[in-house]
Antibody
Framework: QLQLQESGPGLVKPSETLSLTCSVS??????????WGWIRQPPGEGLEWIGS???????YYNPSVRSRVTISVDRPKNQFSLKLTSVTAADTAVYFC????????????WGQGTLVTVSS | EIVLTQSPATLSLSPGERATLSCRAS??????LAWYQQKAGQAPRLLIY???NRATGIPARFSGSGSGTDFSLTISSLEPEDFAVYYC?????????FGGGTKVEIK
């Protein structure tokens, strides 16, 4: 059964780069026509889509972070990654990786989420 | 960007009661509307996709309806495990957006 797991530093300093990885287990990230995305949730708030990577390599980003974000894939490692530059306290959130775009046309598979705090 | 507005913000009901949650889009999303359930400390779980299709393993007491700009999620008879926060989300175009959520709490 396919599973997603986020990993990365839990604390990032202001103005630095937030880097997270989503490891895919139980199946191949290249198996099927899916998007692989990142969503975040500030403490006590709602969900914000950050961006997604299509199986063929194309990327789609939220305009709110487009100038600061990069999502990339490492197929040999069966992982995809998020980099968010020039972070501020407003980027403090639980970051989820997720899959979407398959037969169940929603975000049907999620990682457990990882809290990233931006603080000096 | 399509803005999704959920109402009410909080719904106070008792187990066994019927819950009806609303999601309104700022422009048509056709039928490309999904619903998620989120419990504290957990990732969201997909309940309904494309307005009315239940995701794998979702009980029949959950149903979705609507089209265009107005959608609803109905829980026919609330079970104790249904008390949670519910979000709608569209996939009509980029960027994907979520509604602000409706909290279903025990009365």
């Amino acid at each position: 059964q396919l599973q997603l797991q986020e990993s990365g530093p839990g604390l990032v300093k202001p103005s630095e780069t937030l880097s997270l990885t989503c490891s895919v287990s139980g199946g191949s990230i290249s198996g099927g026509i899916y998007y692989w995305g990142w969503i975040r949730q500030p403490p006590g708030e709602g969900l914000e889509w950050i961006g997604s990577l299509y199986y063929s390599g194309g990327t789609y980003y939220n305009p709110s972070v487009r100038s600061r974000v990069t999502i990339s894939v490492d197929r040999p490692k069966n992982q995809f990654s998020l980099k968010l530059t020039s972070v501020t306290a407003a980027d403090t959130a639980v970051y989820f990786c997720a899959r979407h775009g398959g037969d169940a046309a929603g975000l049907d598979l999620w990682g457990q989420g990882t809290l990233v705090t931006v603080s000096s | 960007e399509i803005v999704l507005t959920q109402s009410p913000a909080t719904l106070s009901l008792s187990p066994g009661e019927r819950a009806t949650l609303s999601c309104r889009a700022s422009q048509s999303v056709s039928n490309y509307l999904a619903w998620y359930q989120q419990k504290a400390g957990q990732a969201p779980r997909l309940l309904i996709y494309d307005t009315s299709n239940r995701a794998t393993g979702i009980p029949a007491r959950f149903s979705g309806s609507g089209s265009g700009t107005d959608f609803s999620l109905t829980i026919s008879s609330l079970e104790p495990e249904d008390f949670a926060v519910y979000y709608c989300q569209h996939r009509s175009n980029w960027p994907l957006t979520f509604g602000g959520g409706t909290k279903v709490e025990i009365k």
